[in-house]
Each structure stands twice: as C-alpha cells, then as structure tokens.
C-alpha cells in the first residue's frame, strides 16, 4: 500500500478542515503556539513525522492503521510539539499526541512511560481544555524522567553481561500488529495478553479489527513483559516487509520516537 496515492483511496479521505481546526487550537493553548500543516499525496509521506509521536495507544494504532491525508504540528515557543490527526471513524473528533523531545540519547527514555494522545471535540476551546488538563501535564512529567535519565545514566553494563532481551512489535498499514519472542517468558506474556501464534508470520499477531481491544492486548503485554525485564520495541513500517528482528528497530519512545527507544 506504500506507494498508493490518496486518489486511489477514497473510502481512506478525511473531508474535515484539520488546518483550521489546528490553528485554532493553537489560539486557545495557553502560551505562544504555532500550526503547521502538511497534506500528504501517499502513504508513506505520514511516517517521517508520525515516528517522533510519543504514543503506544489509540494515535499510534491510528497512525498504522489509516492512510492520513493531512496532519499537523503545533510547536510551542520552548519546543513543545503537539501531532493532531482526525479520529479515524469519529467524524466530530481529533486526536491530539504529544511528540518526543529531540536530542536525548534512547537510553533516556527507559522505563519512561509515554504520554499517550487523548481524543478531543472538534470544539478548540474544549479540545485546547482537555489538551491542557490532561496531555501537557503527562507530558511535562514524562519531560522531566527524561531529562533526570539524561542527566544521570545508568552505569555501563559489565562486558560480560547479556544484551537485554526485547520482544519486537511490528504495526503493519493492514492493521495487523506482529510480534517476535525470543525467550518462552517472552511467549507466555504474549499469550496471555491476547495474541496468537500465527505459523506463517512466524510470530505472535493482533487484528487490526478492533484497535481499543489492540491497545489493550498491547498494554497488557508491556506490562507482563516488563515483570520478566523484557523490553518492547515498536515499529511502524511504511510497507510490510518480511518480519525480522534486527537491531535497526526503534524501540518504544515517548514525545516522538527516536531511533532506539523502549519501554
């Protein structure tokens, strides 16, 4: 699907006015804001910005699942970023997702939960609300065990001691979310969240079919995994490749993704 255009996609359009709707969100935040707002002609025109979207949850499904037409950033003046999107099936609401931080190396975003985006009206002035009540809070603490990560990092591991394991979770355009296990404490969590051995994948999948339910099985596994000390690494691939684990993925970030982020 990477190299389809929006024309070849019309049940995919999103007919809502996003560029007004964000420049008016930007009004109604407290601070100086400011819009930008980028149309896409093909699929993969969404994922070099959509990669830096600090989410595990309703956005980054979204982000996989629907071919966007358009998005856009708001940027505060101490550099905050705000991704919004149109809620997919939702024609009277939008998603609003803080955006990673530059500059940090991965290993600041450790053990630092996202700041998952939040669902508004297409009311600025109640979607400025919920953003302020709810998002930029999470996100400021987010922030600041970032910046604690970077300014005190964790020793070096010993020479001798194994690489920590990660468990791969790949979101593909069809909805489909795929992961790879390596150990069966890895398997086991899998499992009991919800996926499914799928024998021709070579993998553990979750249907795109209900993304709340996806968010769900994703939350939970995270959770099981990180009780064995078993990390997450998402991937969000403008194609669907063959499923591997390699060392390119990014690992699971917070306000934007660097490469390299986990759990």
């Known amino acids: 699907m990477h190299e389809e255009t929006m024309h070849d996609l019309p049940e995919l359009r999103d007919p809502r006015d996003l560029e007004s709707f964000a420049t008016a969100l930007a009004d109604e935040l407290p ?3 400011r819009s930008e707002y980028h149309r896409h002609a093909q699929y993969s025109d969404q994922f070099p910005l959509a990669e830096d979207v600090w989410d595990m949850n309703m956005v980054s ?31 009277d609401e939008y998603l609003v997702a803080a955006m990673a931080p530059p500059g940090f190396a991965p ?9 998952d985006g939040i669902a508004v ?50 979101w593909f355009g069809d909805g489909l979310l795929a992961a790879k296990s390596e150990s069966q404490e890895a398997a086991t969590a899998l499992h009991s969240s919800g996926f499914t051995w799928d024998p021709r994948e070579m993998a553990f999948v979750l249907p795109g079919d209900d993304t ?15 009780d064995h000390d078993i990390g997450v690494i998402m991937r ?6 063959a499923l591997e684990t390699t060392t390119a993925a990014s690992p699971v970030p917070s306000r934007g993704q660097p490469a390299g982020r986990s759990r």
């Open 31 to 33: 601070g100086q804001w």
């Open 61 to 91: 499904g979204a982000i996989a699942d629907i071919v966007l037409e358009h998005d856009a950033v708001l940027t505060h003046d101490d550099g905050t970023r705000l991704y919004v999107i149109g809620r997919p099936r939702h024609s």
């Open 212 to 226: 709340a339910h996806q968010a769900r099985c994703v939350r939970e596994a995270g959770e099981r995994l990180a």
């Open 121 to 170: 009206p297409d009311d600025p002035f109640r979607a400025a609300d919920d953003t302020t009540v709810d998002l930029l809070p999470r996100y400021d603490k987010a922030l600041a065990q970032v910046r604690h990560n970077a300014a005190h990092p964790a020793p070096p591991p010993q020479a001798t001691a194994p690489a920590p394991e990660r468990v791969v979770m790949t």
């Open 107 to 115: 290993e600041a975003f450790r053990s630092v939960r996202e700041p």
């Open 236 to 241: 969000h691939p403008p194609s669907r490749p």
